[in-house]
């Protein structure tokens, strides 16, 4: 009896053994892919409405698809001390290569001045890319006299000028504008991009900044009814000699660097407003937590690069208005690097900004 | 503008629009009485589905399922002392009391019905004031907005009930509460330094769920059941609170207007506009002993008021692409997928999409009221569950429902720390209703005292709107204590 069970035991052991040799090759051969019943985590830093939600939602939707495993992706809001808790919260993240993380560009200067609560260096995060290229505009009340930026240089005049809170690009721009052609301008705080367009529309303030691509969407009926003006745009940087160049829809408007070449500057101020624009290239860029290894962050931006050319993103890019001009992750790491490195009189005077 | 309206009228009802609208409506329907659920999360994520619809389709099921989630979110409410959305926290003050009183039903068909007649009239308004909404907008800069949110403030004393004293210190708390985050403009950290998570200022859902949702658990855990004598009469008292809708009628209409009216108001009416519809029906109410101990008029006012503001809401989002609220934020979103530019096209070449946006509120309100009707006698049984099985699931909706604000532990904390607030506050008589209000406005009064200072220094004060709505400011402080000296006078 006893040997009968044993060989029996061994007669099973035996089978398990063959299955599991006839099942290895293919199991070698295709091992199963990380990503695969995993979930894809994207932090954004704002509460689920306006652009950096809807933008995030958009890239999430498709990024999936082009990763081995496909993973199923969520987008976590975390608003928790804004832009830089959430930087914080994906910074310390384990890198695990299955959290992405929104990164405000308007955070690189206030990691330059040291801003308060920053516990992360942008030099050290693994980049994965940026769908667009930021660009940005200036817009004055057509009303107020000016026709030209070089008339509202020459005019002397303290422009009122709307911004969201101190230390957001906004405010960032408008300070830089102020510092590079030696203007004055007096910053009156709204709460959202909304406000800021209101303000302008019923002649509260002259003049204010946003992204081209915002501004044609939603506010580009302001400019078909003659209520403002553009006198200036950072443009679109194509890495030549000859500057950034114009948007396409707008042909007549001169860059920021036509304007610092044309226009009487303050040397330090204008290379403030260089290391501003240099941020604003950056657009809307996504990152994994420092340390995530090679295996998991190369797979992530070869997604990131396919879903900037896949047909379903690029139709839906359209209708949210987002111009697809991508920016690589190793294009971005070097922007920031340069940035971080600004002059220390450069980074005074962005300090300056910070403590008016 | 009869032809857009009609256009309007025929794509909501044509089909997949009405299709849509249905489920959107069900959609809302579900996420309105679930607290931890928030109906802005839900409207981002349903965004995607509209990539492939027409503008009139893409709104209707957007539309329809935001414009349900405040009528439904008062049944929460009302039934478990939770908001179910942030907005309709004033709603409990007197709907929880009737409950407990075994009138839930009235308070529900109240709720319900005024609801609705608080989206029809609100949407009503828009449609009407067409022509003349963007001027009527623009002619509001930041002063004036800053003093609009001074003369709401000046609610807190109405509120206040029997104990000014008591109300005006609750509501200084809630305003001092308001100043606790990053300073807009100086970015100087206020009461918050080494708390990251309160840099963004105090989240109002935890809070508000903390100060009226757990010194109620509390309560009822040491009871046998919610309401000993549940009222549940031919449909539950629900007929009675339909029937309350139409007495009370004009202030049903007022609070609709004032709802409306602060709707327009970018990012003002989504929390404020339920609390400052209650304080004018405190204000004008002969006895003001009876509220929140279970008035009706406590809950008629703020159910009216919170669906009115949404028809108000539309217009900046509209007419401007300045969102009324977050919940427009994400609805501004869908404009650009569906190929819309907000803006004077919105009021002209596109009137007839406009219009289709407020046919869909009216609808899918008429369409909620008619199928909540019949389940509103059974919800209100669910005050004669036993406190013990009860209690355990309110309470980890009150937690699922704080988490939901900004996803991390902070929000619990605080709904702990509001908690016990709260209790301290009806264990002592402590009004909560003015320190909710004075959280809500203290925020944004900053913002406008901010803007207009920013612009205009002290100089603001003195221009002529400025001092007209000073005026109304000192009647509507003055009006309840000269109204009450005559009264004593004449009693005497």
């Given amino acids: 009896m006893k040997n009968m069970i044993l060989t029996r035991s061994f007669i099973g052991f035996g089978v398990v053994i063959l299955v599991l040799i006839s099942f290895a090759p293919a199991a070698i051969s295709a091992p199963k892919p990380f990503w695969e019943g995993k979930t894809l985590t994207f932090i954004v830093d704002t509460p689920p409405s306006g652009g950096a939600d809807l933008y995030a939602r958009h890239i999430a939707r498709y990024l999936p698809k082009h990763l081995p495993g496909k993973p199923i992706a969520i987008v976590s809001n975390i608003t928790e001390g804004g832009s830089i808790g959430a930087l914080n919260r994906l910074y310390h993240t384990k890198p695990d290569g299955l959290t992405i993380g929104y990164v405000n560009r308007a955070i690189v200067v206030n990691q330059l001045v040291g801003q308060p609560g920053i516990r992360f260096d942008l030099s050290k995060l693994s980049w994965i890319g940026s769908p667009t290229q930021g660009e940005t505009v200036f817009y004055v009340r057509a009303d107020r006299g000016w026709n030209s930026f070089a008339d509202m240089q020459k005019s002397n005049k303290v422009i009122n000028s709307a911004a969201s809170r101190m230390g957001t690009a906004p405010y960032q721009f408008q300070r830089s504008i102020e510092l590079a052609f030696k203007m004055k301008f007096n910053i009156v705080f709204y709460p959202g991009t909304g406000d800021r367009m209101l303000a302008i529309e019923r002649g509260e303030v002259d003049a204010g900044t946003l992204d081209t691509d915002p501004f044609l969407a939603e506010y580009k009926h302001l400019l078909d009814r003659g209520v403002v003006k553009i006198f200036m745009q950072t443009g679109l940087q194509t890495g030549l000699p000859t500057g950034p160049e114009r948007n396409k829809d707008f042909p007549n408007v001169p860059t920021v660097d036509e304007l610092l070449r044309q226009l009487p500057t303050d040397p330090t101020g204008a290379l403030v407003m260089r290391a501003f624009v240099d941020t604003t290239v950056l657009g809307r860029p996504y990152a994994c937590p420092p340390g995530t290894p090679k295996d998991r962050l190369d797979p992530l931006i070869r997604a990131f690069e396919e879903t900037m050319k896949d047909p379903g993103y690029l139709a839906e890019a359209e209708k949210l208005r987002v111009t697809p001009k991508p920016i690589s992750a190793e294009k971005i790491a070097q922007m920031v690097r340069g940035v971080l490195n600004s002059p220390p009189e450069v980074t005074k005077l962005f300090s300056q900004m910070f403590k008016e | ?492």
């Fill in chain 2, 1 to 492: 503008m009869f032809d857009a309206c009609i256009s309007g009228l025929i794509a909501v009802l044509s089909w997949p629009a009405f299709g849509l609208m249905l489920i959107g409506v069900a959609a809302g329907f579900v996420v309105g009485i679930l607290p931890g659920i928030g109906g802005i999360a839900t409207l981002a994520i349903m965004i995607p589905f509209t990539f492939s619809m027409k503008p009139a389709a893409a709104f209707a099921f957007l539309l329809g399922m935001l414009s349900v989630v405040t009528t439904t979110g008062d049944l929460t409410s009302i039934l478990f002392g939770i908001p179910g959305e942030g907005s309709t926290a004033a709603t409990i003050v007197d709907g929880y009391p009737m409950t407990r009183k075994g009138e839930a039903g009235r308070a529900l068909g109240a709720a319900l019905m005024s609801s609705l007649v608080g989206a029809i009239i609100g949407v009503a308004v828009l449609a009407m004031l067409v022509p003349v909404l963007r001027p009527l907008v623009l002619a509001f800069g930041s002063p004036e907005f800053f003093m609009l949110t001074i003369i709401g403030i000046s609610f807190i004393g109405i509120m206040s009930g029997q104990s000014p004293l008591k109300g005006l210190l609750c509501g200084g708390l809630g305003l001092l509460s308001a100043t606790v985050g990053m300073h807009g403009s100086t970015g100087i950290f206020r009461y918050c330094a080494p708390i990251m998570f309160l840099w963004d200022g105090i989240p109002l859902i935890p809070s508000i769920i903390g100060l009226f949702a757990i010194p109620e658990l509390i309560d009822l855990a040491r009871m046998e059941v919610m309401s000993k004598k549940p009222d549940v009469g031919e449909i539950g008292g629900v007929m009675q609170g339909i029937k309350d809708t139409f007495r009370h009628w004009w202030l049903v209409v007022r609070c609709s207007l004032i709802g409306t009216f602060l709707g327009l108001i970018p990012g003002m009416g989504t929390g404020t506009a339920a609390w400052i519809a209650y304080a004018h029906a405190v204000q004008t109410s002969p006895d003001k002993s009876r509220f929140g101990k279970g008035a009706i008029e406590g809950v008629l006012a703020p159910g009216a008021a919170n669906n009115s503001k949404e028809g108000g809401a539309l217009v900046p989002t509209v007419a401007f692409g300045v969102p009324g609220g977050p919940a427009m934020a994400v609805l501004l979103g869908a404009f650009l997928i569906a190929g819309l530019h907000p803006g004077p096209d919105m009021l002209t070449k596109h009137l007839d999409i406009t219009f289709s946006m407020v046919w869909t509120v009216v609808i899918s309100n008429i369409i909620t009221v008619l199928a909540a009707l019949p389940l509103l006698k059974y919800l209100a049984k669910i005050a004669s569950i036993k406190a013990a099985l009860l209690t355990p699931i309110i309470l980890y909706l009150a937690f699922l429902g704080a988490y939901s604000s900004s996803n991390t532990i902070g929000d619990l904390v605080l709904l702990v720390i509001f908690g016990a607030l709260g209790y301290v506050m009806v264990a002592y008589e402590w009004p909560r209703g003015p320190m909710v209000l004075g959280m809500v406005l203290g925020e944004i009064s900053e913002d406008f005292f901010i803007s207009s200072v920013g612009r205009y220094k002290a100089a603001f004060f003195l221009k002529p709107s400025v001092l007209i709505l000073i005026c109304i400011f000192i009647f509507n402080v003055l009006f309840p204590v000269i109204r009450e000296r005559r009264r004593k006078r004449k009693a005497a």
